[in-house]
Nanobody, 121 residues
Framework: VQLQASGGGLVQPGGSLRLSCAAS????????MGWFRQAPGKVREFVARISWSGAGTYYADSVKGRFTISRDNAKNTVYLQMNSLKPEDTAVYYCAAGARVTTNPYEYDYWGQGTKVTVSS
């Protein structure tokens, strides 16, 4: 599976962005998908994950209530809708695919290249 993340950019605090992650290759619908982020000088951290069917989602406490993960298996795409953005959300955001339902980045098998999100006035 190859993953291509897009949708990042510069947004003011309180604004919104929607990230997309398009997958190519076989069996996208069988993979659990996750979004992670990495700010400068910090370790990569879990943001959200969604099960292969889309029925199960889970969020980091820092984004709960503001971010929504979803997927369209017909389009081989997973999304991250980000609302009420804060400066501390500034990071490079990565999508990942894996066989396990997990928040551990080391347990994901495939990674996209990352898309940069900057929240600043």
């Amino acid at each position: 599976v190859q993953l291509q993340a897009s949708g990042g950019g510069l947004v003011q605090p309180g604004g919104s962005l929607r990230l997309s992650c398009a997958a190519s290759g076989h069996s996208f619908s069988s993979y659990n998908m996750g979004w992670f982020r990495q700010a400068p000088g910090k370790v990569r951290e879990f943001v959200a994950r969604i099960s292969w069917s889309g029925a199960g989602t889970y969020y980091a406490d820092s984004v709960k209530g503001r971010f929504t993960i979803s997927r369209d298996n017909a389009k081989n795409t997973v999304y991250l809708q980000m609302n009420s953005l804060k400066p501390e959300d500034t990071a490079v955001y990565y999508c990942a695919a894996g066989a396990r339902v997990t928040t551990n980045p080391y347990e994901y098998d495939y990674w996209g290249q990352g898309t940069k999100v900057t929240v600043s006035s």
